[in-house]
T-cell receptor, first 113, second 111 residues
């Protein structure tokens, strides 16, 4: 069984640029959630996708957007990067039905300069 | 407005003793709670969960207790081992599958 994978591992961008982060779900999982983890804090929910539709969104501006593909992999796009967007971005996959455990990937460390 | 709070930033325990990590929440609509463990350079790893209709769940060395009236959770690890040293996050399930996390507690188990 393949776990959740994310790419790239690290990324450095300049303020104002755009970035795309990628996630492959754990085999058999149909739901993907994205979280932002700033230094010294717990992960904060950005949004969730189920069957290619957004299924809940946290308190993040519209410049944070996402996609889920038919194979349940996902992308997180952030436009007009700001310095405060520097964080660890975590993807988690789960099953929509049944248990509520989410399984996390290793994350992408984004630095905005 | 922190709905899930882990008031102890760190905890140090001797190997073999019990580690107790605490978590408080404010939203009575939370119906499921989870604990995750995180090592450096890795994503959080699911540890144990508990439904709001239960007050205890046990899995090997790890037990989670839920006190709904006090809106309080605790995670017990016994006996503690050096490999348990990590950051522990308490999380609560909100609508859908959205998880609300606490800020984490760093556990150090000394050998």
């Amino acid at each position: 069984e393949t776990g959740v994978t994310q790419s790239p591992t690290h990324l450095i961008k300049t303020r104002g640029q755009q970035v795309t982060l990628r996630c492959s779900s754990q085999s058999g999982h149909n739901t993907v959630s994205w979280y932002q983890q700033a230094l010294g804090q717990g992960p904060q929910f950005i949004f969730q996708y189920y069957r290619e539709e957004e299924n809940g969104r946290g308190n993040f501006p519209p410049r944070f957007s996402g996609l889920q593909f038919p194979n349940y992999s996902s992308e997180l796009n952030v436009n007009a990067l700001e310095l405060d967007d520097s964080a660890l971005y975590l993807c988690a996959s789960s099953l929509r039905e049944g248990t509520y455990e989410q399984y996390f990937g290793p994350g992408t460390r984004l630095t905005v300069t | 407005d922190q709905q899930v709070k882990q008031n102890s930033p760190s905890l140090s325990v001797q190997e073999g003793r019990i580690s107790i990590l605490n978590c408080d929440y404010t939203n009575s609509m939370f119906d499921y709670f989870l604990w995750y463990k995180k090592y450096p350079a890795e994503g959080p790893t699911f540890l144990i969960s508990i439904s709001s209709i239960k007050d205890k769940n046990e899995d090997g060395r790890v037990t989670v207790f839920l006190n709904k009236s006090a809106k309080h959770l605790s995670l017990h690890i016994v006996p503690s081992q050096p490999g348990d040293s990590a950051v522990y996050f308490c999380a609560a399930k909100e609508y859908g599958n959205k998880l609300v996390f606490g800020a984490g507690t760093i556990l150090r188990v000394k050998s």
